[in-house]
């Protein structure tokens, strides 16, 4: 069974639209995460959310928006989405507290893309 | 500002060679270093290194961690083209940001039959 599981796989949108990914978890981890990675292959941290505290890398626009109904699921929703939005985002999650927070496990992965 | 970098960006090796692959960080409160491989699709984890442990092993794949010099290297030995990847380096931190890994930018493996 996949550990972290992301839809859609692919997303293709208009400029000015508003999309969700969904992330869903079943290691019963109590940490998770979304990146972006780029053209370039550079994966950034963009938000890490357990039940208790959300961390918001400060570089990311207010239009971005991680949405958590439970422990086992950290959507994300973009609003107005831009050009440069387009990227894959991964979902990860880890364990909380200690180093075994430090081992994260990736989801496959969702290419947007913004017409 | 916090910063991991990895040498070199793209390797191009044939199958049986030994490759290093490099990584250095500047990062406050450092905690562990991660490495990852990213085939075409999510980075799986391969190796963590913390103080406690600065040496890991697996098969072919093996990592050092040098806190004095504040470095990682990956070592492959008798390369595979299955190894053909990018393999990330990352650097998690206690305090305020913990569990946000800082990533570089990878290394791009390509290993010729």
């Known amino acids: 069974d996949t550990a972290v599981s992301q839809t859609p796989k692919y997303l293709v949108t208009q400029m000015g639209n508003d999309k969700s990914i969904k992330c869903e978890q079943n290691?019963?981890?109590?940490?998770m995460y979304w990146y972006k990675q780029d053209s370039k292959k550079f994966l950034k941290i963009m938000f890490s959310?357990?039940?208790?505290?959300?961390?918001i890398n400060e570089t990311v626009p207010n239009r971005f928006s991680p949405k958590s109904p439970d422990k086992a699921h950290l959507n994300l929703h973009i609003n107005s989405l831009e050009l440069g939005d387009s990227a894959v985002y991964f979902c990860?999650?880890?364990?909380?507290?200690?180093?075994?927070?430090?081992?994260?496990?990736f989801g496959p992965g969702t290419r947007l893309t913004v017409l | 500002e916090d910063k991991v970098v990895q040498s070199p960006l793209s390797l191009v090796v044939h199958e049986g060679d030994t490759v290093t692959l490099n990584c250095s960080y500047e990062?406050?409160?450092?905690?562990?270093l991660l490495w990852y491989k990213q085939e075409k699709k999510a980075p799986t984890f391969l190796f963590m290194l913390?103080?406690?442990?600065i040496e890991k092993k697996s098969g072919r794949l093996s990592s050092i961690l040098d806190k004095k010099e504040l470095s990682s290297i990956l070592n492959i030995t008798a390369t595979q083209t299955g190894d053909s990847a990018i393999y990330l380096c990352?650097?998690?931190?206690?305090?305020?940001?913990?569990?946000?890994?800082?990533f570089g930018k990878g290394t791009k493996l390509s290993v010729k039959p």
């Open positions: 990062v406050t409160n450092f905690r562990s």
């Open positions: 959310y357990n039940n208790k505290e959300l961390i």
């Open positions: 913390t103080s406690s442990g």
């Open positions: 990860a999650s880890s364990p909380l507290g200690g180093a075994a927070t430090d081992t994260q496990y």
């Open positions: 290691l019963g981890h109590d940490t």
């Open positions: 990352a650097v998690a931190r206690y305090g305020g940001s913990q569990g946000n890994l800082i």
